[in-house]
């Protein structure tokens, strides 16, 4: 359901969002299919509805750089270039506050965070409602042109948001450009909204990201991945191996969901690994989980982590 923005259209959105719902967020650059950021099951169904065949972690949205402070820590030069930039089209890749209570799954389990503040009043007005930060990739389905007006977003997802707020058409269109600050030299990881010559005059010479994460950000090299040795397609754990489940398994050490869901599980994964990558434990084996809906990118991660 489309909805044109007044006090109570915010105050439903505040509501979905509350309830684990994903909405449709209008900002400068694209649509946002918006989740609470340190909601895990939230999140775990951005992935589910765009189909997103693997977890790559997700920009996070605030509404000042106090209220991002508390997830990310910002140098210098980040603050120098929020100061310029935001609210705005550019997102900042930081460490990520070890303390902070932000899903796992936000990130992919790195220890960075890429933050932003937009620029669109509703997005803006619906933050400082809201209060907490919130994920938001853009809300088309995986693979799909990224949407720049409300209906684009309806039309890909229609029943599955508790609402989409009518922004009108995205001013920018394009998504932010990406800067990780997370090393001493600048690396531009997509170009985007703000042009890198701009942020070159406070920054200096940004480097381009050489490799292939910005086609495919999901192979990011830094992904989480246990210490331990991962087996997957388990049934029993062997000698000193933890035993992560799904679904009906006995003698689970963890189990990822009982009932077998995939959002669930996806929702437990990097929490549940981290848990058992503990060297009291030889080794993690992993029971078969399905190869559909969340499952490819649960398996996706897993296999990974195997490899
Ligand atoms: P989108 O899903 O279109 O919003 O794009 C998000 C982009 O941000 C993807 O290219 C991600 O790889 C990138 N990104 C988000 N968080 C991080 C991070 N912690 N480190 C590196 N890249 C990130
Ligand atoms: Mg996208």
């Known amino acids: 359901m489309i909805i044109s923005i007044g006090p109570e259209e915010i105050s439903q959105a505040v509501a979905s969002l509350r309830n684990g719902q994903l909405i449709g967020l209008p900002t400068e650059t694209v649509y946002g299919l918006a989740a609470d950021a340190t909601h895990d099951e939230a999140v775990a169904s951005i992935f589910e509805v765009k189909g997103r065949p693997q977890f790559n972690p997700l920009i996070i949205h605030g509404h000042s750089v106090e209220s991002l402070a508390e997830y990310a820590e910002l140098d210098e030069r980040a603050r120098l270039l929020a100061e310029k930039f935001w609210p705005g089209p550019l997102t900042l890749v930081l460490p990520r506050k070890p303390d902070s209570n932000l899903s796992l799954l936000v990130s992919a389990g790195l220890d960075t965070v890429a933050v932003r503040i937009p620029q669109h009043p509703v997005a803006l007005k619906l933050l400082q409602a809201y209060g907490k930060p919130l994920a938001a990739p853009s809300a088309n ?148 989980i399905p190869h559909h809906g969340l499952g490819l990118a649960i398996n996706d991660r897993i296999y990974r982590a195997a490899c």
Do not use: W
């Not at 997370?182 to 490799?211: F, Q, S």
């Open 141 to 288: 389905l995986s693979g799909q042109v990224s949407p720049t007006r409300a209906q684009h977003v309806d039309d890909a997802f229609g029943d599955q948001l508790g609402c989409v707020l009518d922004g009108g058409s995205c001013t920018v269109g394009l998504e932010s450009t990406i800067v990780d600050l997370t090393t001493e030299k600048a690396v531009l990881l997509r170009p985007g909204g703000v042009p890198n010559e701009e942020l070159e005059v406070l920054l200096g010479k940004i480097h381009n990201y050489k490799g292939t994460e910005i086609r495919s950000p999901g192979m990011l090299k830094s992904h989480y991945a246990p210490g331990l040795p991962v087996r997957l397609n388990a049934q029993n754990a062997g000698p000193g191996e933890a035993l992560l489940g799904f679904g009906d398994v006995k003698n689970a050490t963890l189990n990822l969901s009982v009932s077998g869901d995939l959002v669930e599980a996806a929702a437990n994964l990097f929490t549940m690994l981290r848990q058992l990558d503990h060297p009291q434990h030889s080794g993690i084996a992993i029971t078969p």
